[in-house]
Structures are given as structure tokens and as C-alpha cells.
């Protein structure tokens, strides 16, 4: 590693001091618990968004929820929406961990695409839902439904750029050869897990009753939970790797 990438204060060919990188990186860290808390409370504790309205539900019963809770829902949408795109310096964070594994960091900028896309695909969602709510009850209720629909396959059905953010992060850690390594090995094949449970998702598409509509315990829940829980889950060993580079114990 070359002194440049550990020192805290260095000086420009000026002659200016430069600053620390150790804050935005440790910000950038704790964006992922901020980003999984304002989802969570925009989605569930102000839009009461979570159960939401399954695909077997009526466009009636779909457009009286959104008609009847406007305010929540765009307030909750609101929120969430910052949290979808706190993904990003989450992410990019973590990229800039792994990229130290790398010669060539072909894997660095995949995940910086992958969480791009990951956290365009989140903001997206939120306002196809705060649309849907803006019309609900003025406007026809199989429109509202249409969207309704059309946010969830949004959230849900393209979880394959998510998968292949957190497989790219697993097979950098475990192509770590330091004497020590930024991130335990296990943690790879943690990534590698998570990534595999997002796809069970993509059998939405083919129901509308039962655990795979987008209600459902393994559309929903189990994907949406493990992302929301890795993003905690991977927080306090990014703020490791962070002190490891900063005390220069990664050579």
C-alpha cells in the first residue's frame, strides 16, 4: 500500500495540507443502519405500507388504502426514499475496502454499478407509490392497482442486480490474500447466502395468492428482511476495515 492511501494528513504538490479521509468513510459507514432505519420507519411505522395490499386483493380495496391513508403514504414514501438512497454511499464504501484486494478493480466497479442501480431501483419504487397515492380515489381504481402492482415488481421482481452486488463484495473477500485480510472469510459466504435468498423474489410474477405474491413470506419478507439486516449485519466490519487501513495493518 502506498503511503499516500494511509496517511490521515499529507500535504498537495502546493503544499496545502489535505484533509482526512477517515470521517466521510466512517460516514459513509454508518449510512447503511441510516439507510435501513428510514426505510423501515417510511415503510412501515408512518405509511403503514407493510403488510401491504396483496396481489389478490381487489383494485377497489387497493385504491381505498391509498385514498384513505394519502398523507402517511407520501410522507413514508418520502422517507423511505432517502433511505433507498443512502444504499449509495453504503456501497460505495465498501468498494473502496475491496478495491485494496484488487490489481485491477474490475470488482470495485461492479458493486459501484450494482448499488446504482440498486438504489435507483428503491427511489423508483417510492415515487411509483407516492404516485399511485396522489390520484387514488379521483382517478380509476384498476389504475391505482396497475401501480400498485407496478411498485412491487419494482421492488421485488429485479433483485438480481442486489444478488450480484452482494456475490461481487463475497467473492472479493474471499479473494483476499493479506496476512490480514480486511474482512473474515466467513463473510463471504454470508454475502453469497444472502444474495441466493433475494431470488426466491422472481416467483412473484407467477402468483398472486400464497408465500411467493408479493405479500408473501418468501417474495417479501425473507428478501426484504435479509437485505435490511445485512445492511446492519456488514456495518461493524466496514468500520473495522476502515481502522485496519487507517492504522496501516493492511500491507
Not at 420507519?41 to 385504491?63: H, N, Y
Not at 407496478?150 to 456475490?167: I, K, Q, S, Y
Request: charged share 10%.
Amino acid at each position: 500500500m502506498s503511503t499516500a492511501d494511509t496517511r490521515d494528513v499529507g500535504s498537495t504538490s502546493a503544499g496545502q495540507p489535505l484533509a482526512s479521509d477517515r470521517q466521510p468513510l466512517l460516514l459513509c459507514a454508518w449510512s447503511g443502519v441510516a439507510a435501513c432505519a428510514l426505510a423501515v420507519a417510511g415503510l412501515i411505522g408512518i405509511a403503514k405500507f407493510i403488510p401491504t395490499q396483496g396481489a389478490s386483493e381487489s383494485a377497489e380495496q387497493v385504491a381505498r388504502f391509498y385514498s384513505d391513508n394519502f398523507v402517511r403514504v407520501e410522507i413514508g414514501m418520502f422517507v423511505a426514499m432517502v433511505g433507498c438512497t443512502l444504499f449509495i454511499p453504503f456501497g460505495v464504501v465498501i468498494a473502496i475496502m475491496t478495491s485494496r484486494i484488487e490489481r485491477r478493480p474490475i470488482l470495485t466497479y461492479i458493486q459501484i454499478v450494482c448499488v446504482a442501480i440498486a438504489s435507483l431501483l428503491g427511489v423508483m419504487c417510492m415515487f411509483i407509490w407516492g404516485t399511485a397515492a396522489f390520484r387514488a380515489g379521483a382517478t380509476n381504481p384498476q389504475i391505482t392497482q396497475l401501480m400498485h402492482d407496478f411498485g412491487w415488481f419494482a421492488f421485488l421482481f429485479d433483485v438480481t442486480p442486489f444478488t450480484l452486488w452482494l456475490w461481487t463484495i463475497g467473492y472479493a473477500i474471499i479473494r483476499d490474500r493479506h496476512p490480514v485480510p480486511l474482512f473474515p472469510r466467513w463473510l463471504a459466504w454470508l454475502n453469497f447466502w444472502i444474495g441466493f435468498m433475494f431470488l426466491p423474489a422472481e416467483l412473484m410474477a407467477l402468483f398472486k395468492t400464497g408465500p411467493f405474491e408479493y405479500n408473501g413470506l418468501l417474495a417479501l419478507y425473507i428478501p426484504a428482511g435479509s437485505f435490511f439486516a445485512w445492511l446492519v449485519a456488514m456495518t461493524p466490519f466496514v468500520l473495522r476495515a476502515i481502522k485496519q487501513v487507517d492504522t496501516d495493518t493492511v500491507v
